[in-house]
C-alpha cells in the first residue's frame, strides 16, 4: 500500500512571496504518478501540476514547480510570486501506473494562506 | 463545457436513514471516482468505475455503502442506515481513461448524519 505524507498543516506567507510545501511518500512501485491538487474554500479540487516518476526533469506550470526527489522519496511544491488566489487547502497525491487501478492516494493536506 | 456536478450540495439525514448521492461526469469520462473526505483531512479512495464496470471496491468501508453507474455515466452511491461516522464530503471525479491522468472533480456532497 502506498502512503503520502505532508508535514506541514498550514503554512501562511506574505503575497509575492516564494512558499515551499513538503510532501514525502512511500511505495514500491516504480511507475506511478504524482499531483498536486488545490482545494479552494468552494472545495472543488483543481488539479495544479502532475510528475511521472520516470521523467527525471522537475515538471513546470507557471508559477508552480516542484521538486522531485524518487530516491528520496519526496515531491515538494513551490510557488512563485504569490498571489492571493493561492489560498486554498493542497494536497500531494499519489497513483500507480496500473489500468484498472487509477485511485489517487492523498496527503492530509497544507493550509496555505497568502497575506496581503 | 460542464464540468462534474453532484447533488444534492448538502444532506442531512437522521442516523438510520438511507442517502443516495448523485454524480454527473463529464460527458466523454470513462472513469468515475467516489472518494470521502472527513473534516480535516484528504480525500480517501471509495470506489472505481471504468463505464459501468464497477473495477475497484476497496475502499468502502462497510457493505452499508453501495455505488452504481448502470450506462457508463451518471453514478449514484448509496448509503444504507446512515452513521453518524458516515458524516463527510463525499466528492466525486471523473477522468478520460489513459489520457493524462488527470481526475476532475466535482463540488462534493456534504452528509451529516445527526
Known amino acids: 500500500a502506498q502512503t503520502v505524507t505532508q508535514s506541514q498543516p498550514e503554512m501562511s506567507v506574505q503575497e509575492a512571496e516564494t512558499v515551499t510545501l513538503s510532501c514525502t511518500y512511500d511505495t514500491s512501485e516504480n511507475n506511478y504518478y504524482l499531483f498536486w491538487y488545490k482545494q479552494p474554500p468552494s472545495r472543488q479540487m483543481i488539479l495544479v501540476i502532475r510528475?511521472?516518476?520516470?521523467?527525471?526533469q522537475n515538471a513546470t506550470e507557471n508559477r508552480f514547480s516542484v521538486n522531485f526527489q524518487k530516491a528520496a522519496k519526496s515531491f515538494s511544491l513551490k510557488i512563485s510570486d504569490s498571489q492571493l488566489g493561492d489560498t486554498a487547502m493542497y494536497f500531494c497525491a499519489f497513483m500507480k501506473k496500473d489500468f484498472g487501478n487509477e485511485k489517487l492516494t492523498f496527503g492530509t493536506g497544507t493550509r496555505l494562506t497568502i497575506i496581503p | 463545457g460542464a464540468g462534474v456536478s453532484q447533488s444534492p450540495r448538502y444532506k442531512v439525514a437522521k442516523r438510520g436513514q438511507d442517502v443516495a448521492l448523485r454524480c454527473d461526469p463529464i460527458s466523454g469520462h470513462v472513469s468515475l471516482f467516489w472518494y470521502q473526505q472527513a473534516l480535516g483531512q484528504g480525500p480517501e479512495f471509495l470506489t472505481y468505475?471504468?463505464?459501468?464496470?464497477?473495477?475497484?471496491k476497496s475502499g468502502l468501508p462497510s457493505d452499508r455503502f453501495f455505488a452504481e453507474r448502470p450506462e457508463g455515466s451518471v453514478s449514484t452511491l448509496k448509503i444504507q442506515r446512515t452513521q453518524q461516522e458516515d458524516s463527510a464530503v463525499y466528492l466525486c471525479?471523473?477522468?478520460?481513461?489513459?489520457?493524462?491522468?488527470?481526475?476532475?472533480f466535482g463540488p462534493g456532497t456534504r452528509l451529516t448524519v445527526t
Open positions: 468505475f471504468q463505464n459501468e464496470a464497477q473495477l475497484d
Open positions: 471525479a471523473s477522468s478520460l481513461r489513459g489520457i493524462a491522468y488527470e481526475q476532475y
Open positions: 510528475q511521472e516518476a520516470y521523467k527525471q
